[in-house]
């Protein structure tokens, strides 16, 4: 099939709820983002990109979400499912950067609270936005991050990516200075034993939850 860019749309799994990104979910995204531990890696530009109080956060999320890929762009909420904080917001990510003539999107601008690091949150969240790429006709989805970002890279291959390489002299970051990219991918022909790979990673969540 064609690549369809999705429309927008709610993912839910068993550790996540991917909903919309809102204006209205910024202070809760606040919260949970606008930590020095979460842009000390690269997030956002790096530690100088970490906005300073909630109107300037306000003004960053607007910009990081909304300002690049126009209305094709597909940001979520990263919202928990089950248990007593069922529905609160732990993070963000994007789908973006759609171009279905060469079948290529990209996930990113993901962050989340370091409280959910190392949990099922970003696997199943990873789980639903490839999901929802190759059920609409994508053939390769673009991970990246900072070359020098080691726990997201690191991240980043415990999902089964692969590394197509690293893109010299990138992106400007924050403090002037000049990121290295690290970019992955996955491609729909992997995607069978990437989700098989993923779905045993959230079950073994799921017993240990149950234990």
């Known amino acids: 099939m064609p690549a369809i860019i999705p429309a927008e749309t709610e993912l839910r799994g068993r550790f996540v709820r991917l909903t919309s990104l809102a204006v209205d ?3 809760e995204l606040h919260e949970a983002l606008a930590r020095p531990e979460v842009f ?7 530690p100088a990109g970490r906005p300073d109080g909630r109107s300037a956060f306000d003004d960053w ?4 979400y909304f300002g690049r890929g126009g209305d094709a762009a597909l940001p979520f909420a990263v919202r928990l499912e089950g248990g007593p904080d069922a529905g609160r917001i732990v993070g963000a990510t994007k789908l973006a950067d759609f171009d279905t003539a060469n079948e290529s999107t990209h996930i990113g601008w993901t962050g ?3 409280e959910v690091w ?3 949150v970003n696997p199943e969240t990873k789980l639903l936005l490839l999901d929802l790429a190759f ?5 390769r989805v673009k ?3 900072d070359a020098v970002n080691a726990r997201s890279r690191a991240a980043i291959e415990k999902l ?3 590394l197509d390489g690293v893109m010299r002299r990138d992106k400007r970051r924050a403090d002037g200075s000049w990121r290295d990219s690290a970019v992955y991918s996955v491609i729909v022909d992997e995607w069978p034993e990437v989700r098989a790979g993923l779905e045993a990673r959230l079950a073994r969540f799921a017993a240990d939850a149950r234990a």
């Open 25 to 27: 979910d910024f202070p």
């Open 40 to 46: 000390a890696g690269g997030f956002g530009g790096g």
């Open 61 to 64: 999320a607007q910009a990081y």
């Open 112 to 114: 989340y609270h370091p």
């Open 118 to 120: 190392g949990t099922a």
């Open 135 to 139: 059920s609409h006709g994508f053939g």
């Open 143 to 145: 991970i990246q991050a």
């Open 160 to 162: 089964g990516a692969k």
